[in-house]
């Protein structure tokens, strides 16, 4: 299964150590350096996973989450951050954030764990609409007897 990722944040050293290492995983990644842009990217490509800033010119990484949770509810999404509060806490997990990270990102583990994470929860429903796939079609005649 080819994932793609969209690492979204304003800035370009965050991009680009992220995107690097990612595609050095072995997944496909694009960029955006705000929601806005994030958005345009998402609108015209499927991408299955989006690491996102919270603290962003143009829209924010809540906005951007709400926007995704209303446009594409199937993308995951994993939020990063040095602005730490509890409100944007709560609102990544009111709108479904798979998790928060937080800055600086000396370490990638949590957020590569994070990916991971996502993916499991991708190929388990891609597996299962497989097998649904697989199934012989139930008529309406069969089904009541």
Known sequence: MNVRILIVDDE???????SRHFRYLGFEVN??????????????ARH???ISDIKMPVM???DLLRQI?????MTHTIIITGYVTLDNALACMRLGA???VFKPLED???????VEHAVESIQHWCN???ELRAMKPITAEAAHG
Do not use: C, Y
């Open 12 to 18: 370009q050293s965050i991009r680009d150590m992220l």
């Open 31 to 44: 960029t955006a350096a705000n929601g806005q842009e994030a958005l345009e990217k998402l609108d015209t």
């Open 48 to 50: 299955d996973v989006v």
């Open 60 to 62: 924010d990484g809540i």
């Open 69 to 73: 949770r209303a446009r594409h509810p």
């Open 98 to 100: 798979e998790t928060f």
């Open 108 to 114: 990638l583990r949590r957020v590569e764990q994070a």
């Open 128 to 130: 299962l609409l497989g």
